[in-house]
């Protein structure tokens, strides 16, 4: 499975398919993350998991879900999105949503709602808050990830570390985005890799 890159310089500037910056193994707690393996053709898809009962279509246009004077650690999340033949997408379309820091979802309006599309070299980078627990769930955020014309990938991403990830029945470990302190909050990367080939 592919991972992202932890530095969100190194994912946005990554030349193409095939790129792997080059990083020294991190710390995150006391886990080492290994460097970030080069792209392979034939990865496996990103796995589905449910939508909840908690999605809104027609979120506003936006990477920055943050809300000026609300709780909560920072988080910055980055990545890219491949097709299973590790060539980038452009132009696919990432709407997240997530809990508050209280974990609650704002079902009037669109706090911590928003979407956003790749770059030319399928990159993507949301800037957020840690969310909130929700009851009887881990931490977690939702997206849906579509290329263009092409089916929707409804998931959910994690946090390593997370004591509820044990009880939690929709949890999946291959859903665990890298996570690591950068001295504003918590910097994280996942890569998503679409059910498709170019």
């Known amino acids: 499975m592919l991972k992202a890159a932890l530095a969100a310089g190194a994912v946005l ?12 193994r991190d710390r995150v707690g006391e886990r080492m993350l290994d460097p970030t393996p080069a ?8 796995p589905p998991q449910t939508e909840g009962p ?5 979120s506003p246009r936006t990477g920055d879900l943050r809300i000026p004077g609300d709780p909560g650690m920072a988080l910055a999340v980055t990545g890219l999105v491949f097709t299973r033949d590790c060539r980038p997408v452009a132009g696919a379309l990432l709407d997240f949503w997530q809990a508050d820091y209280y ?3 704002d079902n009037a309006g669109y706090r911590y ?19 909130g ?16 014309s092409r ?8 946090f390593p570390g997370e004591p ?3 009880t939690d029945l929709i949890f999946d470990p291959r859903l665990l985005m890298d996570v690591r302190d950068d001295g504003a909050g918590r910097a994280a990367a996942f890569d998503f890799v679409l059910d498709s080939t170019s």
């Open 113 to 131: 709602r928003g979407h956003q599309y790749t770059g030319a070299d399928g990159a993507f980078a949301l800037s957020t808050i840690v969310p």
């Open 103 to 105: 974990g609650a979802y």
């Open 39 to 46: 792209c392979d053709d034939g990865d496996d898809p990103t």
């Open 164 to 166: 509820r990830n044990d």
């Open 54 to 58: 908690y999605f809104k279509p027609d």
């Open 13 to 24: 500037g990554a030349a193409g398919a095939g790129a792997a910056p080059a990083l020294a």
């Open 151 to 158: 089916p929707v990938l409804t998931t959910q991403l994690y």
């Open 133 to 148: 627990l929700y009851p009887g769930r881990t931490r977690h955020i939702h997206v849906k990830v579509q290329a263009p």
